[in-house]
């Protein structure tokens, strides 16, 4: 699987901001018996998406080390929006596309204060994802400036996924397999509840 990451700090690059008003707190919480199955039917995104909802779902569980802010999906990416090179893909293989991102800030024990530690957990995490036997998608990681809370600000990173495929349905499975991988390296001892 193809992954890399930049820093997007500074100047007019975009913020996450985990207070923005349709924020759906998707953490695990001791009280919250049902998991975040409910609380994703709120998720337009999610909702079109299921393998986004399953990702969201486990990138928010007890042992994650991240939790999510906000998400999109695009069922449908232009030619000149991504590059098929970038995906180990041929010409055949990129005829659909789509994509979507997850914007991730990590535990509340685990801020990425200290730009070697997130430069570390970026590194480490795109080499275990290149590992991974898959074509057609990749992700990419975007370090950025985060708003936890109103008075809070720290870093985070918002994940983009491309997949692409000969039809649809092929460019729908790369990208849900892009999204299951990330989880999988990201959270692997998590599972859907």
Same mark, same amino acid.
């Given at each position: 699987?193809? =992954?890399?990451?930049?820093?997007?700090?500074?100047?007019?690059?975009?913020?996450i #901001?985990?207070?923005?008003?349709?924020?759906? &707190?998707?953490?695990?919480?001791?009280?919250?018996?049902?998991?975040?199955?409910?609380?994703?039917?709120?998720?337009?995104?999610?909702? =079109?998406?299921?393998?986004? =909802?399953?990702?969201?779902? %486990?990138?928010?569980?007890?042992?994650?080390? *991240?939790?999510? @802010?906000?998400? +999109?999906?695009?069922?449908?990416?232009?030619? $000149?929006?991504? &590059?098929?090179?970038?995906? #180990?893909?041929?010409?055949?293989?990129?005829?659909?596309?789509?994509?979507?991102?997850? +914007?991730?800030?990590?535990?509340?024990? /685990?801020?990425?204060?200290?730009?070697?530690?997130? *430069?570390? &957990?970026?590194?480490?995490l795109? &080499? %275990?994802? %290149?590992?991974?036997?898959?074509?057609?998608? %990749?992700?990419?990681?975007? *370090?950025?400036?985060?708003r936890?809370?109103p008075?809070?600000? #720290?870093? $985070?990173?918002?994940?983009?996924?491309?997949?692409? $495929?000969?039809?649809?349905?092929?460019?729908? /499975?790369?990208?849900?397999?892009?999204?299951?991988?990330? =989880? #999988?390296?990201?959270?692997?001892? @998590?599972?859907? /509840?």
């Open positions: 699987m193809e =992954a890399d990451w930049e820093f997007e700090i500074g100047g007019d690059a975009p913020i #901001d985990a207070c923005w008003p349709g924020f759906v &707190d998707l953490r695990w919480h001791p009280q919250q018996h049902s998991g975040a199955s409910q609380l994703l039917k709120r998720i337009p995104e999610a909702v =079109a998406f299921p393998p986004l =909802a399953a990702a969201l779902a %486990r990138l928010n569980q007890q042992r994650s080390p *991240v939790w999510t @802010s906000k998400c +999109d999906f695009w069922p449908s990416l232009a030619s $000149g929006e991504f &590059d098929a090179d970038e995906m #180990d893909a041929t010409e055949v293989e990129a005829a659909d596309a789509m994509g979507c991102y997850i +914007d991730l800030l990590p535990r509340s024990d /685990q801020q990425w204060n200290f730009p070697k530690k997130l *430069v570390s &957990d970026c590194k480490h795109c &080499d %275990r994802l %290149r590992a991974m036997p898959l074509r057609c998608c %990749r992700v990419d990681l975007m *370090v950025r400036r985060a936890i809370t008075d809070l600000m #720290d870093t $985070g990173i918002t994940a983009y996924f491309t997949g692409c $495929g000969k039809t649809v349905t092929d460019a729908r /499975q790369a990208l849900a397999a892009a999204l299951e991988a990330f =989880a #999988d390296v990201l959270c692997p001892d @998590s599972t859907v /509840q």
